[in-house]
Nanobody
C-alpha cells in the first residue's frame, strides 16, 4: 500500500499563490505517474496536473496552464503543485493521486492511491 498526505492548502486572495505538497510513504516503489485533482462543492472531481516518474513529462489542464506547475522529488517521495495567479474558481479540495502504471491519465478511476485532500479557498 501507498499512503499519500497532502499539505499546503489554505485561504488566499485572488492573484495570490500557494504550493501544495504530497508526501508518499509505504510501497513507494510501486508508484509511477503522480497526479493532482480537485473537487469543488457539487461538482465532479476534475484533473489538474500529472507528472511522469522521471519528471520529464508534465501535463496540465487547460484551465490551469500558465498558472500552475507540477514537479516531484523522488528522493523525498514528494510531489508539488505550485499554484500562482489563483482565481476564485480554483477553490476546491485538492487531492494527490498515484498510479502504478506509466500511462498518464486525466481520469480519476485510473489512479490507484489517493490522499485525503487539502482545502484551497481563493477569495475575491
Amino acid at each position: 500500500q501507498v499512503q499519500l498526505v497532502e499539505s499546503g492548502g489554505g485561504l488566499v486572495q485572488a492573484g495570490g499563490s500557494l504550493r501544495l505538497s504530497c508526501a508518499a510513504s509505504g510501497r513507494t516503489f510501486s508508484m509511477n505517474v503522480m497526479g493532482w485533482f480537485r473537487q469543488a462543492p457539487g461538482k465532479e472531481r476534475e484533473f489538474v496536473a500529472a507528472i511522469s516518474w522521471s519528471g520529464g513529462r508534465t501535463y496540465l489542464a487547460n484551465s490551469v496552464k500558465g498558472r500552475f506547475t507540477i514537479s516531484r522529488d523522488n528522493a523525498k517521495n514528494t510531489v508539488y503543485l505550485q499554484m500562482n495567479s489563483l482565481k476564485p474558481e480554483d477553490t476546491a479540495v485538492y487531492y494527490c493521486a498515484a498510479d502504478r502504471t506509466r500511462t498518464v491519465s486525466d481520469i480519476p478511476s485510473d489512479y490507484d492511491y489517493w490522499g485525503q485532500g487539502t482545502q484551497v479557498t481563493v477569495s475575491s
